[in-house]
């Protein structure tokens, strides 16, 4: 039960931040500074997610069955696709919006790089969006 709650609330906060905050961030603050405190809080939940993983892989590498009787590559994919989103592609993102103190926009020279990066990072957090709740699904199902 403690890995379907991790899941489902790594799950939900995820699809909250991504698709439901920065909208509203982009929506009612101007780019820069809602890039900035996306970033921020993307880079947060980061460590979140992480840290649930690890979490969850200590569970399931414990002597309970249930963690015997799981496949634990979900969530190993769900720590390496969010540490390389996030020190990989977040750092590089980070380097390139260092470059425009006031702020990157379509003229910039490195926009197209920026949006590039942005796009496979956008993929990773669907893809983890998307393991996470099959991996809800899956638990729920283990625990009937």
């Known amino acids: 039960m403690a890995l379907f709650s991790l899941t489902l609330l790594a799950a939900t906060v995820q699809a909250t931040l991504g698709y439901l905050v920065t909208p509203l961030l982009f ?5 820069k500074t809602a890039g900035d405190l996306a970033a921020f809080l993307f880079a ?5 997610v992480m840290f649930f993983a690890l979490l969850s892989l200590l569970i399931l590498y414990g ?24 020190f990989v592609l977040g750092s590089w993102m980070a380097e390139i919006k260092a470059h425009y103190p ?15 990066i942005h796009g496979i990072y956008q993929l990773l957090y669907l893809v983890v969006f998307i393991v996470l709740i099959g991996w809800a699904w899956r638990l729920m199902q283990n625990d009937k």
């Open 102 to 116: 006031q702020g990157l926009d379509k003229q910039a020279a490195e926009w197209v790089l920026f949006m590039q």
């Open 63 to 86: 002597a309970s069955s249930v963690g015997r009787s799981l496949a634990r590559w979900p969530v190993w994919l769900v720590l390496l696709f969010t540490a390389f989103a996030h």
């Open 44 to 48: 947060f939940f980061s460590y979140v």
């Open 27 to 31: 929506a009612k603050l101007d780019s």
